[in-house]
T-cell receptor
């Protein structure tokens, strides 16, 4: 089945540690996105990529990094510089200018 | 500046009642898209509808209907004869075409609780 797979579902980060969230899609979509969701704040854009080997910062990119080496994959690294990483992270993909489809999310907590 | 406002934080209704979720947007662009997504407790956002700025026709899909009014910058969502399975958080979003990136701006969501 075509879709977007995020892993892991739950992730725990220790102080000072970098962690990487996986996002894979088999929809042949060009564009991919990472969002952060906090209670009562809706979704905020972290990074997005419209094409392989290219990505742009969203509204809250500080403390995060991404790569887009393959069309299917857009991993997000939460670095130790992100002081408040506890949130629900959602990955999405779309054909250029079209509807975004979302994965099931990763819930990140700090130990 | 672009903005999406969902003023209703939480709504509770009894099963079979009709309910309307409000969405008001601000944009400087003449070409834009509006969306509604449903987020059930599992967390995944489920796409419901997209409407472009040149199409003000209302849409009905089963128990769901959408009312788009450019004059009031609103894109409201009505669920007729609500069911317990409709309980979720609903997000309205705006996407502008001028930048070429079609980034979404989300509202803060409305949590709908349908009581049996």
């Amino acid at each position: 089945d075509g879709g977007i797979t995020q892993s892991p579902k739950y992730l725990f980060r220790k102080e000072g540690q970098n962690v990487t969230l996986s996002c894979e899609q088999n929809l042949n979509h060009d564009a991919m996105y990472w969002y952060r969701q906090d209670p009562g704040q809706g979704l905020r854009l972290i990074y997005y990529s419209q094409i392989v080997n290219d990505f742009q910062k969203g509204d809250i990119a500080e403390g995060y990094s991404v790569s887009r080496e393959k069309k299917e994959s857009f991993p997000l690294t939460v670095t130790s510089a992100q002081k408040n990483p506890t949130a629900f992270y959602l990955c999405a993909s779309s054909m250029q200018g079209n509807i975004q489809y979302f994965g099931a999310g990763t819930r990140l907590s700090v130990l | 500046a672009q903005k999406v406002t969902q003023a209703q934080t939480e709504i509770s209704v009894v099963e079979k009642e009709d309910v309307t979720l409000d969405c008001v947007y601000e944009t400087r662009d003449t070409t834009y898209y509006l969306f509604w997504y449903k987020q059930p407790p599992s967390g995944e956002l489920v796409f419901l509808i997209r409407r472009n700025s040149f199409d003000e026709q209302n849409e009905i899909s089963g128990r769901y209907s959408w009312n788009f009014q450019k004059s009031t910058s609103s894109f409201n969502f009505t669920i007729t004869a609500s069911q317990v399975v409709d309980s979720a958080v609903y997000f309205c979003a705006l996407s502008e075409a001028y930048s070429g990136t079609y980034k979404y701006i989300f509202g803060t969501g409305t949590r709908l609780k349908v009581l049996a």
